[in-house]
Structures are given as C-alpha cells and as structure tokens.
C-alpha cells in the first residue's frame, strides 16, 4: 500500500483525525480515516510479596469503572524509559528499582497508530508522584494468580491490560 495524500481533518486533546489517501496493491485508490495517537507506555508492577498492581478509573467508551494495568502517554520528546518510571509513579505512588521492558505493540493498528510500550516492574518502593488533575483512580492489587484468574474470566476487559499480562506471564507466573 502506498500513502498517496493525507488531510488532518479533526485535531483533539489526545489525538487528530487524518484523511489518508491510498494505492491499494491491485492499483485502486481509496480514502482511510487514521487516528494519529502518540505512543504510550503499560505497566506491570510486581510487589515483593507478589501482588500486581492495577488502577481503577471510569473510561468513557466503556461507559463504567474499568481495571486496568497503569499506563500513559509518553510526553513529546520523552523516551520511554521515563515516561513509564513517571507513569508508575503518578498512578500507583511507587518508583520500580527494577524496570525491564518486555516489548510493545499496536494498540489497533487497523485505524490507529498508538503505540503501547509495555514494561514488567519489580523492586517498588513508595515515591509518589502527583496524579494528572484529569485522573481519579484508585489502586487495587491482586496475587499474581488473581490476575490470570481475572483476565481467563472476563474480568479484566482492557486489552492493552490483557496483553501486557500475557507478555509478562513468563517473568511472573509459577505454573
């Protein structure tokens, strides 16, 4: 596929709207709607006594309160390294001592470019720092084994969360 043109058509707080005009492989030509969403990083944060941590907070394209890992956006000209140390602090008041990123992917690739950074936190200590003034979470933890439980139920919904804890399983689950 070849970008032959694109419109920004809407610019938002978070993400603009472009209009991408394409060569499709067979030499057709179509138009695409593209999220432009910046990258972002995941979270998952181990406790010694082997508690993963998870915010709490209402999204407003599930309509409710959902259970997610902490995450955010990685800040212009920020690298990810510190975006996520940051992250892990704003939402759950802890820095990791032991921060190892274990790879990242597409949030919706199909119509997005979001680029999620996932990182496996271990060694916390309590450094808070203040949440974003937009941010009303509250923290639960649950044993590791709580955690599978929740994403093989249905209980956990979020999918950057789902997928992280899939990419982090090898480091921190005992089957």
């Known amino acids: ?11 938002a707080h978070v993400f603009d709207v472009e209009k ?5 492989p067979d030499g057709r030509q179509r ?13 998952v944060p181990v406790t010694e006594d082997g508690k993963i941590l998870f915010v709490k ?19 212009d000209k920020e690298d990810p390294d510190p975006a996520a140390a940051r992250e892990l602090r704003e939402e759950t008041g802890y820095e990791s001592l032991n921060m190892t990123k274990l790879g ?5 690739a199909g119509y997005c470019s979001e ?16 949440q974003d003034d937009d941010e009303f979470l509250s923290n639960i933890s649950m044993t590791i ?16 969360t789902i997928a992280a804890l899939m990419m ?4 921190i689950r005992k089957r």
């Open 20 to 24: 991408i005009f394409c060569e499709l």
């Open 1 to 11: 596929m070849k970008i032959l043109n694109s419109e920004k058509i809407y610019k």
């Open 115 to 130: 680029y999620l950074n996932i990182y496996l936190a271990r060694d916390l200590k309590w450094n808070p720092l203040p």
């Open 57 to 75: 907070q209402y999204r407003l394209g599930a309509e409710k309160e959902i259970l997610e890992l902490p995450a955010g956006m990685i800040n």
């Open 145 to 160: 084994e709580e955690a599978y439980e929740a994403v093989e139920n249905g209980v956990l919904e979020d999918s950057k």
């Open 31 to 43: 138009y695409y709607d593209l999220v432009q969403h910046g990258p972002a990083v995941v979270l």
């Open 168 to 171: 982090a399983q090898k480091y």
């Open 104 to 108: 990242g992917f597409y949030a919706s």
